[in-house]
């Protein structure tokens, strides 16, 4: 990177909003960095939840690059881009999906030891989820493609029903829809657990 191209980057306001920013990069493409610094994080812990470390050290790159290449389709009615980064990095899970059923299935098999530190109420939730970290591994390695990308972007992304409407491009009611379903498969596995907290728990350090 040249000195322009160094100022040209620090230049960019920490109060501009995505859509600014990926504005502007349709001129001037060192802009993009800004997205990469802000949001690269948020999108390499997604992708180890879902395929692990190791390749969310590879595929965090092909997500922003497939992100830069489709800059100029951003919808900038959008202030925030990172339901878009989501969206792109859920298509990039779905090139890469047998490699997360099988880590949905070594997960079965795999139940940590909880820490004595912790204190009772913690530890007693903990215990708890990682005892039905089987079942749960189970159940969403069952559940369809539309149904496991909406669920886990709502459990570990947090995201809203319009942001991942938004990701997926889908309508709101189709992510109401399916989400409900996939949370009524998984209590019938979990036998009534509740459904976001035990994914949050047994498998929310990826």
């Given at each position: 990177m040249n000195r322009s191209e160094q100022v040209e980057v620090a230049d960019i306001s920490p109060s501009e909003d995505d859509a600014t920013i990926i504005?502007?990069?349709?001129?001037?493409?060192?802009?993009?960095?800004?997205?990469?610094?802000?949001?690269?994080?948020?999108?390499?812990?997604?992708?180890?939840?879902?395929?692990?470390?190791?390749?969310?050290?590879?595929?965090v790159g092909e997500t922003f690059l497939a992100a830069f290449r489709r800059r100029e389709r951003f919808d900038t009615a959008h202030r925030d881009a990172r339901p878009w980064l989501y969206g792109i990095a859920t298509?990039?899970?779905?090139?890469?999906?047998?490699?997360?059923?099988?880590?949905?299935?070594?997960?079965?098999?795999?139940?940590?030891?909880?820490?004595?530190?912790?204190?009772?109420?913690?530890?007693?939730?903990?215990?708890?989820?990682?005892?039905?970290?089987?079942l749960l591994s189970a159940a969403l390695a069952k559940l369809s493609t539309g149904d496991r990308d909406v669920l886990l972007l709502v459990a570990w992304e947090e995201l809203t029903y319009e942001q991942v409407g938004a990701a997926l491009a889908i309508p709101v009611g189709t992510v109401r829809s399916r989400l409900n379903r996939a949370r009524k498969q998984l209590r019938e596995a979990l036998g009534?657990?509740?459904?976001?907290?035990?994914?949050?728990?047994?498998l929310g350090n990826g």
């Open positions: 504005e502007r990069s349709a001129r001037d493409p060192e802009r993009f960095a800004a997205i990469f610094d802000r949001h690269a994080p948020y999108i390499h812990r997604y992708l180890a939840r879902r395929l692990g470390a190791e390749a969310a050290d590879d595929l298509h990039i899970v779905s090139q890469h999906r047998r490699d997360e059923d099988r880590r949905y299935r070594i997960r079965q098999a795999y139940v940590p030891a909880t820490s004595e530190a912790s204190h009772a109420d913690r530890v007693a939730t903990v215990v708890t989820a990682r005892s039905l970290r089987g009534d657990a509740d459904t976001t907290t035990t994914i949050e728990e047994a």
